[in-house]
């Protein structure tokens, strides 16, 4: 296995993986896959080539097996302490073809070991109810549900 940064070459399978991705928890989902297509490569594009997200993928025998999204935001500076920006962790998938091999337990690992070498506050992640106990394996702890407004 090779955990590594993705690269614009990776940008086509990410966008199918996020299709099936959604496809598996929202079957009920009807768009245009073209459609779809134009704007996640669009997106995936800046993302690689930005400082804000950081797209890992492992890949197995040169096929990309799992992946994690993560997107760096800044904290305000306070008075008496560096500040560090913290880790938002979210498109967390697996093609069903690779689970229950630890390939996402060791993504996880690895992002764990980045974020502590780049000093970021924490990692935060919204799990679904079916993910939960994948995190709590792996060190995280549910915390606080945070308020929002739905607008």
């Not at 929202?26 to 804000?52: K, M, N, S, W």
């Not at 997107?71 to 008075?79: G, T």
């Not at 792996?138 to 915390?143: D, R, V």
């Amino acid at each position: 296995m090779n955990i590594r940064k993705a690269t614009e070459g990776d940008i086509t399978s990410l966008i199918l993986m996020r299709w099936e991705f959604t496809l598996e928890h929202h079957p009920d989902v009807q768009d245009d896959y073209d459609l779809f297509e134009t704007e996640c490569r669009a997106f995936l594009e800046q993302a690689i080539r930005g400082e804000r997200w950081h797209i890992w993928v492992a890949e197995v025998d040169g096929i990309i097996a799992s992946h994690i999204y993560i997107q760096l935001i800044d904290k305000v500076p306070r008075p008496g302490r560096i500040t560090y920006p913290f880790a938002y962790m979210t498109n967390v998938y697996t093609d069903p073809d690779y689970r229950s091999r630890g390939i996402g337990s060791q993504l996880l690992k690895t992002i764990q070991e980045w974020s502590t070498a780049n000093k970021f506050e924490f990692i935060i992640v919204w799990p679904s109810e079916e993910s939960r106990e994948f995190y709590e394996r792996n060190g995280y702890s549910l915390c606080n549900d945070p308020m929002e407004l739905q607008l």
